[in-house]
């Protein structure tokens, strides 16, 4: 039935402002568009939408497909390059761009940005969560365009047109509760429907779909249960891979634990780091199952006794910061090389001194003859 | 050189005259240079004591005007594979000489940091094209260099600059920038400077940009900017149990210093000793340290490697 009723014109889609797809095709203004928003809002539909509408072929790649950078070379690289066989006008979707795995799909990302430069043809990209730093580069290519959810009125409609053309029987206040249980996903509320009829007629409803368990509760699990069969399971519904879950462990580990707790369950992350670079470099991925053991049980038996309190968690906060410091060291690093070159020193020597050099870096004769730009002259101005 | 606005390279000296210290050995290579020959080089000691000032005072000598096109200077802990050695090197060396010279010189400075393969190509080279080109290298410890290389060359051994010529330095940078030097300023600097003058020469030039007159308190200032004394800290954070103090300022100081995990993990291992605990736990410690820095080598991720040492600072 979900088939049934996918859009087949922009529009269609309830509750987009999908004219906006068609401003930014017929722009050119960037060569690739970047829809996002929570699931089931039709984000993947108004591409099909259009495609149908004007005629365009559509080349989809998404996130079953790996996505290392030679997959998104090969696939996505070529296909940006060539014409399309009949002379179609063509689309390149890219779908759950945030999908992208940093590490199992490393490059994935970049790659993407280089093909987006190059590419012949336009790019969609669709995504629920950009906002990542990761994406930095990807947004700022783009152009951006926001779905929201949809109200349930909206669906309500919807709803009702798709039960009056196929005749089904219904009451109205039983289509607007289910309209209004899926906050907004269209297309849950499609399947539920579907689901909800029996020979043209609409009965009883059913269970709340399961929604993905948040981050945060399954960390409660780890750090306050010794429940194997509890703990065993606990991150199996997180929608996080493993790293960045070890990253929340870290960061919120010492507001649960203390003393000996604390040693032991630090032992654990330092193990589970281990098998991470292992993992890493042999591509040996059996080892996930020690690395999720440990993050689990481990962690979780490392308390010698059942913790209560309520402890509101932090959000991992260091990738940002090695990130900034990253940029930072960067500049620092490009400033000791043109030191080196004018002072017979290695760029190492340079970087070292670099805190007693950066009281004079930016004196006007200095800077001028090291040829620093204005980007390194207003760095050293911070870091004076 | 002299109108560097870098004083590095300001007061770098432009003849034999000029170096100060090292007496013997500017005798014997400004000889070589009035005989219009020179043997391959190498020049050890500690940093900035005027290797490469010397190599480059050789240079100009000889080669006069053309020294720029005769004269190739590599910086090893930069470059120091051995692609180096076969590409850029060789090309120079075997090409002739421009001007009237017989030769070309190429200034290797850092070379104990040459890898083994590198320094291995290199004494093929040497030997090749030692009728064009004529290496110094400049190192810090000549152990790390290999034997048939130290063979080829006429060694020589840097002194570190003794006070009474350190003072010189002094005495000439603040007369030509009219800077005032009391006393205790001028032990404070020869104290940060190790007797390493482009050090000195760096802390007086950002000593200048605070005040025309140098005082201790100054100097020390620059310094301690410069020198991550907060390992300290972060190990008596852990120790009192205030482990997350202990994690911030770790975090803190690895980034604002930009320090690996293993600079920061051999200072901890040494400040190991001097904590107030138990003899028995400060080994324990120390065997933990080994550990961690064994997991940082195998390539994991630094700072939770050093989160779970701190916890095992924490008292029991």
Known sequence: ?384 | MKDSSIWIERFRPRDFKEIIGQDAIVKRIEAFVKQKNLPHLLLSGPAGVGKSSLALVAAKQLFGDSWRQNFLELNASDDRGIDVVRNTIKDFARTKSIGNSPFKIILLDESDSLTRDAQQALRRTMEQYSRTCRFILSCNYSSRIIDPIQSRCTVFRFKPLEKESINKIIDNISKEEKLKVNDKARAALIYVSGGDVRRLENVMQSCSTMSREITEELVYEIISAAKPKEIREILDFAVKGKFENARDKLLDVMLKHGLSGLDIIKQIQSEIWSLDLKDERKIELVDKCGEVEFRMVEGSDEYLQLESLLANFMKK
């Open chain 1, 1 to 384: 039935m979900i088939n049934e009723y996918k859009p087949n014109k922009l529009n269609e889609i309830i509750g987009q402002d999908t004219k906006k797809i068609l401003d930014w095709i017929n722009s050119g203004r960037k060569k690739s568009l970047l829809i996002h928003g929570p699931t089931g809002t039709g984000k993947t539909a108004s591409v099909y939408a259009l495609a149908k509408e004007f005629n365009y072929e559509i080349l989809e790649m998404n996130s079953s497909d790996f996505r290392k950078k030679e997959h998104i070379k090969n696939i996505a690289g070529e296909a940006s390059q060539q014409q399309s066989l009949f002379g179609k006008k063509k689309i390149i979707l890219i779908d759950e761009v945030d999908g992208i795995s940093g590490r199992k799909d490393f490059g994935g990302l970049a790659e993407l940005n280089k093909v987006i430069e190059k590419s012949k043809h336009p790019i969609i990209l669709t995504g629920n969560e950009i906002f990542d730093s990761k994406f930095n580069a990807l947004r700022r290519k783009s152009e951006l365009l926001e779905f929201k959810a949809v109200n349930y009125l909206e669906i309500f409609n919807l709803l009702k047109k798709i039960c009056d053309e196929g005749k089904v029987g219904y009451s109205e206040k039983e289509l607007k509760n289910l309209a209004r249980k899926n906050n907004g996903d269209v297309r849950a509320s499609i399947l539920d429907l579907e689901r909800s009829i029996v020979n043209k007629k609409f009965v009883e409803s059913f269970d709340e779909r399961d929604y993905k368990e948040k981050i945060e509760d399954a960390l409660r699990l780890v750090f306050k249960s010794k429940d194997v069969k509890v703990l065993l399971n606990a991150f199996s519904r997180v929608d996080e891979d493993l790293n960045e879950i070890l990253l929340w462990l870290d960061e919120n580990l010492s507001e649960e634990y203390s003393d000996e707790d604390l040693k032991r369950a630090y032992e654990k992350l330092s193990k589970v780091d281990v098998y991470r670079g292992r993992i890493l470099r042999r591509q040996y991925y059996r080892f996930l199952v020690y690395q999720s053991a440990l993050m689990s049980v481990g962690v979780g038996l490392s308390k010698a006794e059942k913790r209560n309190g309520f402890v509101e968690y932090k959000r991992p906060s260091r990738i940002l910061k090695m990130w900034i410091a990253k940029q930072r060291n960067m500049k620092r690093k490009s400033i000791a090389e043109k030191i080196a070159k004018k002072t017979h020193s290695s760029v190492k020597n340079a970087y070292k001194e670099f805190p007693i050099l950066v009281n004079f870096l930016n004196e006007d004769g200095v800077a001028n003859e090291l040829e620093l730009d204005d980007d390194e002259i207003e760095f050293l101005r911070g870091e004076k």
